[in-house]
C-alpha cells in the first residue's frame, strides 16, 4: 500500500491533471456494463479484458511521457505492426529482439532528432515516420501469419500465481514508467519542458535531448505493446497496430492529461485505458455493432477533448 | 529584383552573390524540386510518357486530391489542421453509391455532400475555435465518426455504383485536358484570387506570421478560424464528388491515404503550420509532383508499401528544410 501511495501523485497536485474524472467515470461505466451484462464481471471475462487492454495500456503509457512534453507521437501504431512483422522473421531470439530494439530506437530517435533539432512540428514529423514504418512493416510482412517463438506466447497466455500474465506486463510497465516520471529528474524535466520550453532551457533543462529521450521512450513501449500483440494474436500483422496511435491518444486524453504539455499523470491514462478497453469490452457483450463502436468512441474522444478547455486556439 | 541583386554581387563579391542565390532557392517550395526531378526521370527513363495526354490522365486522377488540399492549405496557414478530409471522402462516397441520393438531377447529387462538408467544417470550427480543443484530436475524432457511420449504415460493405451522369463528367474532356483538372485548376484560381484580394488573406498571413502580434491589434482569430475550417470541408467535400465519380463505385478504405496526401502536398508546397508564408501555387504543385512520381513508381512496379516510404521521406525532408529555415 505505501508503494501505491509512492506511485501515486498527490491528490491535490495540478501538474497531474482532472485524473478523478476518468475514475468516476470508469466507476459508472463499470456498474452500467456489469448491471446490463452479468457476464463482464465473471474472472473468465475479465482476466479477457486485462489482455484486450495490456497493449493499449503500454502504448498509452509512452504517449504520457511525449505528450506531457507537449508533443504528440502518431508513429507509435504502425511501429507496433513493424514490431509484430520482425518477431514471425525466422531469425534466432536475440536476434530477432535485438533487430526489434533497433527498430523502435530507431524510429524514436529519428522522431525526436527532426522534432527537437531540427524544428519539425511533432505532428508532421511523426504522421511522416508512421508513413514509412507502415511501409516497411508490409515490405516485412505482406501478409499476416509467421509463427510467434513459443517463449512469447508463454509469456503472454500463461498465467502467474493465478493471474493472468497480462497483468504483469501491465504492472511491469507502470512501476518502469512510475519510477522514471515520478522518482528521476528525467520525470521532473518532462513537465518543465511542458509547461514551458523556454523558461525550462533558462534553468538549465537540456530540453532538445529530453525531447528526443521521450521519443525514444515511447518507441520502445510500443515495441512493449507489439510483443504482446504478437504473442496474442500468434501472427505477424502488418495493420495490427493501426488503431493504437489514436487509441492511445484517446487513452492519455481521458486520462485528464493535457495536450498541450506541462500536466498529466500515470495514474490517469492507466485509468483511462481500462475505460476505453471496458466500454469496448461491455458494448461487445451488449452486442453493439462494432461499426457503431467506432462511431462511439469517435464521440467520446470529441467529448474529451472538448471538456478539456485550452487557453489557445489551434494544434 | 535582377538589378538590385547584380548590385549586390559587385558589393559584396562572388560569395554574397552565392549565398543570396543560395537564400533565393530555399525560397522556392521544395515541390517546384520534386517536379523538376520527376519529369526528368519521366523524360530519361522512359520518354513514352512524356506526352501531355498521357501526363494529364496522370494528374486527372490527382484532381481530386488537389481541391480537397485547397482547403487544407488554408487551414495549416491558420495554424490548425484538417485530418477529417478522409472522412468527409468517405461519406461523400456513400451518399452518392449508396442508392439514398437515386434518381435525383446532377445539382442534387453535387450539392448533398457540399450540404454535408458544411455541417462538418462547422462542427470542426466551432470545437477548435470556440471550445478551443486540440485540432489534431477534433478532426481525427470527427473523421473516426463519419468512418464509423459509413461503415455502420453499409454493415461494411462497399455500396453500389456512381450514377452515370456523374461518371460521364468525371471522363468526359475538352480538347486534350480532363473536365476534373480544369475543375481543379478554376478552384484553385478562385481560392489564389480571394486570398490575394479579399482581407480574409491577409488576415491568413498575420496569422500565420505572428499569432501573439494578430490577437493584439483585434483580428477575429475565432471566425477566422472556422471561416477556414467551413471551406475546408466544403472543397474535401468537391473533391470527394470528383473522386466518387472518378472512381465509379463505392469504397470505404481510401480514406486514410486522402488524409496523409493532402497534408503532404500542402507541406511539399511550402506551407507549414503558420508560416505566414505560401500560396495556392505551391501545393497546386505539390499534388502534381505526387501524381507524377506515384505515376512513375506504378510504372515501376513499386507496390503501395514503398510508396508510403517514398511519400513518409518526402514529408520528412520537406519538413525539415523549412524547420531549417524559419529556425
Redesign the interface.
Known amino acids: 500500500m505505501a508503494m501505491l501511495s509512492a506511485l501515486l501523485p498527490a491528490p491535490r497536485n495540478s501538474r497531474a491533471g482532472p485524473w478523478y474524472l476518468v475514475l468516476a467515470c470508469l466507476v459508472v461505466v463499470v456498474a452500467v456494463v456489469s448491471w446490463s451484462a452479468p457476464l463482464f464481471l465473471t474472472p473468465g471475462n475479465l482476466s479477457n479484458v486485462a489482455a484486450q487492454i495490456t497493449p493499449l495500456v503500454i502504448t498509452a503509457i509512452g504517449q504520457t511521457l511525449v505528450i506531457i512534453t507537449g508533443g504528440l507521437d502518431l508513429s507509435v501504431g504502425s511501429l507496433i505492426s513493424l514490431t509484430t512483422a520482425i518477431i514471425v522473421l525466422d531469425l534466432p531470439g536475440w536476434a530477432m529482439v535485438l533487430l526489434a530494439i533497433a527498430a523502435a530506437v530507431t524510429v524514436g530517435t529519428v522522431n525526436g532528432v527532426g522534432i527537437a533539432y531540427l524544428n519539425v512540428h511533432p505532428i508532421i514529423m511523426t504522421l511522416a515516420s508512421m508513413s514509412v514504418v507502415q511501409g516497411v512493416a508490409l515490405i516485412t510482412r505482406p501478409v499476416p501469419g509467421g509463427t510467434v517463438p513459443g517463449w512469447i506466447s508463454g509469456a503472454v497466455n500463461e498465467s502467474l500465481f493465478g493471474l493472468p500474465a497480462a497483468l504483469v506486463w501491465i504492472a511491469v510497465a507502470i512501476i518502469l514508467a512510475a519510477f522514471l516520471i515520478y522518482r528521476t529528474r528525467f520525470g521532473l524535466h518532462l513537465f518543465a519542458i511542458g509547461g514551458n520550453p523556454n523558461s525550462a532551457l533558462m534553468n538549465g533543462v537540456r530540453v532538445r535531448r529530453n525531447i528526443v529521450l521521450t521519443y525514444i521512450l515511447s518507441s520502445l513501449f510500443a515495441m512493449g505493446a507489439g510483443f504482446f500483440l504478437a504473442g496474442r494474436i500468434a501472427s505477424g500483422d502488418a495493420n495490427v497496430g493501426t488503431v493504437f496511435g489514436l487509441d492511445s491518444i484517446t487513452a492519455v486524453a481521458l486520462g485528464g492529461t493535457s495536450l498541450s504539455g506541462g500536466v498529466g499523470s500515470l495514474v490517469g491514462t492507466v485509468l483511462g485505458s481500462v475505460l476505453v478497453g471496458v466500454i469496448g469490452n461491455g458494448m461487445n457483450l451488449m452486442n453493439v455493432s462494432a461499426f457503431l463502436q467506432i462511431v462511439i468512441k469517435g464521440a467520446l474522444l470529441l467529448a474529451v477533448v472538448s471538456v478539456q478547455r485550452r487557453k489557445q486556439i489551434g494544434l | 529584383m535582377a538589378h538590385t541583386l547584380e548590385a549586390s554581387s559587385n558589393a559584396g563579391g562572388a560569395n554574397h552573390w552565392v549565398r543570396a542565390l543560395g537564400r533565393r532557392l530555399i525560397e522556392i517550395p521544395p515541390a517546384y524540386f520534386v517536379l523538376a526531378a520527376v519529369l526528368i526521370a519521366i523524360a530519361l527513363l522512359n520518354p513514352n510518357l512524356m506526352k501531355p495526354q498521357v501526363l494529364l490522365t496522370f494528374i486527372r486522377q490527382s484532381a481530386p486530391l488537389g481541391v480537397a488540399v485547397l482547403g487544407q492549405l488554408m487551414v495549416m496557414r491558420a495554424?490548425?489542421?484538417d485530418l477529417s478530409i478522409g472522412g468527409v471522402f468517405i461519406i461523400t462516397n456513400y451518399l452518392l453509391t449508396s442508392g439514398l441520393l437515386g434518381g435525383q438531377p446532377v445539382a442534387v447529387l453535387v450539392l448533398a455532400p457540399l450540404v454535408v462538408g458544411l455541417v462538418v467544417g462547422l462542427v470542426n470550427g466551432a470545437?477548435?475555435?470556440l471550445?478551443?480543443?486540440?485540432?489534431?484530436?477534433?478532426t481525427?475524432?470527427?473523421?473516426?465518426?463519419l468512418?464509423?457511420?459509413v461503415?455502420?449504415m453499409s454493415?461494411?460493405r462497399p455500396p453500389g455504383r456512381v450514377p452515370d451522369e456523374l461518371r460521364a463528367i468525371a471522363n468526359a474532356r475538352i480538347d486534350v485536358v480532363p473536365v476534373p483538372v480544369i475543375i481543379w485548376v478554376v478552384a484553385a484560381v478562385i481560392v489564389a484570387v480571394l486570398l490575394k484580394t479579399l482581407i480574409f488573406g491577409r488576415y491568413l498571413t498575420a496569422i500565420g506570421s505572428n499569432?501573439q502580434a494578430a490577437r493584439f491589434s483585434g483580428l477575429p482569430?475565432?471566425r477566422i478560424?472556422v471561416t477556414t475550417h467551413v471551406l475546408s470541408g466544403l472543397l474535401a467535400a468537391l473533391g470527394g464528388v470528383m473522386f466518387t465519380a472518378a472512381l465509379g463505385v463505392g469504397s470505404v478504405k481510401f480514406g486514410p491515404e486522402i488524409m496523409?496526401n493532402s497534408?503532404a502536398a500542402t507541406?511539399l508546397g511550402g506551407v507549414?503550420?503558420g508560416s505566414g508564408r505560401g500560396g495556392v501555387a505551391g501545393p497546386f504543385v505539390g499534388v502534381v509532383a505526387f501524381a507524377l512520381l506515384f505515376a512513375l513508381m506504378t510504372v515501376f512496379g513499386i507496390q503501395?508499401?514503398?510508396?508510403?516510404?517514398v511519400?513518409?521521406?518526402v514529408?520528412?525532408v520537406a519538413?525539415?528544410i523549412?524547420?531549417?529555415r524559419?529556425?
Do not use: D, H, N, W
Open positions: 495554424r490548425s489542421i470545437l477548435i475555435a471550445v478551443r480543443a486540440s485540432a489534431v484530436i477534433v481525427l475524432g470527427v473523421s473516426i465518426i468512418t464509423g457511420i461503415l455502420f454493415s461494411g499569432p482569430l475565432p478560424v496523409m497534408i507541406i507549414t503550420f503501395e508499401p514503398g510508396k508510403l516510404i511519400q513518409g521521406t514529408i520528412a519538413a525539415i523549412y524547420g531549417m524559419t529556425r
